[in-house]
């Protein structure tokens, strides 16, 4: 069974950084494109990035050059480190998962709230 647990959200002033973590067991993260995606309140859920097993990553236009998305195949781990935030970046993230199989994965979210 594949479970992802977020950590790192919280409240950050704009201008300001966080950084995000997910945790994802079993043995499939290694072959696995794992992602990072985002829901505001009255928003559907968009990508904000992705990186895929052999490291290439794709953004979501607005967070281009302030995101940077990397991840530790020795930890199963997926970072998101988030710089220059904006309030409208203040949403519900959630790690994601996708296996060379198909399946599809998501974390419980973490709040990410930029306000000042």
């Known amino acids: 069974q594949v479970q992802l647990v977020e950590s790192g959200g919280g409240l950050v002033q704009p201008g300001g950084s966080l950084r995000l973590s997910c945790v994802l067991s079993?043995?499939?993260?290694?072959?696995?494109?794992a992602g990072w995606y985002r829901q505001a309140p009255g928003k559907q859920r968009e990508l904000v990035a992705a990186?895929?097993?052999?490291?290439?990553?794709n953004y979501g236009n607005s967070v281009e050059g302030r995101f940077t998305i990397s991840r530790d195949n020795t930890k199963n781990t997926v970072y998101l480190q988030m710089n220059s935030l904006k309030p409208e970046d203040t949403a519900v993230y959630y790690c994601?998962?996708?296996?060379?199989?198909?399946?599809?994965?998501w974390g419980q979210g973490t709040q990410v709230t930029v306000s000042s």
């Open positions: 994601n998962q996708l296996s060379i199989y198909g399946n599809e994965y």
């Open positions: 079993g043995t499939i993260f290694r072959t696995s494109r």
């Open positions: 990186i895929a097993s052999g490291g290439s990553t």
